[in-house]
């Protein structure tokens, strides 16, 4: 049995399109009724373990708390949605991928790495998206603008940080992590972005050095 204040945390969480944090969901009690921080995340807590064996969770990600769909829904709920997931090239994967693992960089420390030279269109993706954004300029000739991951990403992966981001070789199986895109934050509600389901065309990509093949990215690659 869940109490009143839980009662009034759960409605504004499946009611809000936006993950709250504590401080927002603190606005949602009077001055003189309002509970602590700690209190606020105690009853978070208790509604987490209310729904553990429900189809929806109450997860924790950068921007503050919400209710999504369980991962293992994800093809259930899928079958509701008449478009198609979105595809991603290889090129667009181990991008973001590099991006998040050796934030900031520039581009062109990206395609010293990949041996190809970056489709302007994946920055652009990545950026109409909020997954990047400049974070800065590196201090040489040009100043070459920094790239960094957003709290759009981390709420994305449902991370809460880039600490939290699973270890590098999980993602270097490209097609897994084309799944874990497709599949995306599946939110109980209508808040999916529908951006995120338009198809992205598989990009052709300049070569930098070698026959114009992809160079494989492997940990060594990403730990610089």
Not at 66 to 75: E, G, I, M, P
């Amino acid at each position: 049995m869940i109490d009143n204040i839980e009662c009034i945390l759960e409605a504004a969480l499946f009611s809000s399109a936006e993950p709250l944090p504590v401080d927002k969901l603190a606005q949602l009690f009077s001055e003189e009724n309002r509970p602590s921080n700690a209190e606020i995340r105690a009853h978070l807590a208790a509604l987490k373990t209310f729904y553990e064996n429900r189809g929806v969770e109450l997860m924790e990600v950068a921007s503050g708390y919400r209710f999504q769909a369980r991962a293992n829904t994800a093809s259930f709920i899928q079958r509701l949605e008449e478009r198609k997931p979105p595809r991603y090239s290889r090129a667009f994967l181990e991008t973001l991928v590099l991006i998040a693992y050796r934030q900031p960089i520039t581009r062109g420390e990206i395609e010293d790495v990949r041996g190809v030279a970056v489709n302007p269109n994946i920055i652009r993706t990545l950026m109409e998206r909020d997954w990047i954004k400049i974070a800065g300029y590196r201090d040489v000739p040009g100043k070459p603008a920094l790239l960094a991951t957003t709290k759009t990403f981390l709420d994305y992966f449902n991370l809460k940080s880039i600490s939290d981001l699973p270890a590098l070789s999980e993602l270097i199986d490209f097609e897994a992590l084309e799944k874990k895109l497709g599949m995306g934050a599946l939110l109980p509600t209508d808040a999916q972005p529908t951006e995120i389901q338009t198809e992205l065309p598989l990009e052709e990509e300049v070569a930098v050095v070698g026959d114009g093949d992809n160079t494989d990215i492997t940990e060594a690659h990403l730990a610089g």
